[in-house]
């Protein structure tokens, strides 16, 4: 079992009325200085409301939306999973993160059925994918095989567990149009990101987390030009739209690894609010970042966005970061 794997375990304990309670734990690894990531934190919630949905007809999340109320703390948690609404093609669900008895993060999800087999005979098949002249291609041109890995940022504590390097055409292209004038403003950047541990397989809970992986290129820029040499960027909002079926062991891409490309375009008050919007694309399964080998031909149309991911998150200053996590410290009262 991979880190992530064992990192976003969670348990069935107990169900009361028509609450189903998972528990778990936010692990001191997967934090971003002292708080758990965000990305981390939600995929602790899908995984809880993923195993609440694997016996039905509806396993798959479709749309994940996350309000972030507190901080959450290393250390154990609980997962308090509620139906609202179950129909034939979707459902769906409210669920909470708690802590020694304060709701962290709330959420409200969608469950359905990716499987096309599994379609009523009454719906209408409607895809949309190469060669349709209407699908979008990976906007990714360089292959991750041929990407020099980059060194991993300093204040993740999960870097050990990951590779990445970035496809300068994203950044460059971005860059060509707002010098001649025909940009779309903010910052744009592509990073194909993996695991570095073979056990550890993409998942919906993985998904989450990629989709708040980071770096925040936007308000980095800001910060530099208010002479500032650092911040921490919490999440206040972030949702989920899984897109297609998690690539699968033997298929054509791969299992663990993840083009992510992210834009950032508005910063406003208060507190340096802005947006932070991911596309998550799937990887040639033939190689992994950086290992040099030959590049097939046609790669890029076999590719299929995972995820889109859209969120608000905050500019505060970096001691904040190490306040929050000593106030939301799970003590030894907690009855977790």
Not at 161 to 169: G, R, T, Y
Not at 197 to 208: E, G, H, N, Q
Not at 218 to 225: E, G, S, T
Request: glycine fraction near 8%.
């Amino acid at each position: 079992m991979g880190p992530f794997t064992e990192a976003s375990q969670m348990r069935y304990s107990h169900t009361t009325g028509d609450v189903v309670v998972y528990i778990g734990n936010a692990h001191p690894e997967w934090t971003v200085n002292a708080v758990p990531q965000g990305g981390y934190v939600l995929g602790l919630i899908v995984e809880a409301c993923v195993q609440h949905q694997a016996s039905t007809k509806l396993p798959d999340p479709l749309h994940v939306t996350a309000h972030y109320l507190k901080p959450t703390a290393i250390g154990p948690l609980e997962v308090h999973v509620r139906m609202l609404k179950s129909g034939q093609t979707l459902c769906n669900i409210t669920a909470e993160l708690i802590q020694n008895g304060t709701t962290k993060v709330t959420t409200q999800s969608v469950f359905g059925n990716m499987d096309p087999a599994a379609a009523p005979p009454s719906e209408i098949a409607m895809t949309l994918e190469p060669p349709s002249p209407l699908a979008r291609v990976t906007p990714f041109h360089t292959h991750p095989s041929t990407c020099t890995p980059a060194k991993s940022w300093s204040r993740l504590n999960f870097k050990h567990h990951m590779l990445h390097a970035q496809d300068p055409s994203i950044a460059e292209r971005h860059e060509r149009l707002t010098a001649a004038g025909i940009g779309e403003g903010g910052t744009e950047q592509g990073v194909w990101a993996g695991f570095a541990d073979p056990s550890d397989k993409l998942s919906a809970s993985a998904l989450a987390f990629f989709a708040d992986l980071g770096p925040n290129k936007l308000a980095a820029a800001v910060l530099r030009d208010k002479g500032r040499a650092s911040a921490w960027f919490p999440t206040i909002v972030l949702s989920l739209e899984f897109r297609a079926p998690l690539p699968r062991e033997g298929g054509r891409l791969s299992t663990r690894t993840v083009g992510a490309i992210m834009t950032s375009r508005f910063m406003d008050a208060p507190q340096g609010r802005h947006d932070i919007r991911v596309e998550l694309w799937s990887a040639p399964a033939s190689a992994e970042i950086g290992d040099g080998k030959e590049v097939k031909e046609g790669w890029r149309e076999e590719q299929r966005c995972l995820l889109v991911a859209h969120q608000m998150a905050l500019v505060m200053p970096m001691e904040v970061n190490l306040r929050n996590a000593q106030r939301a410290a799970v003590g030894p009262s907690s009855k977790l």
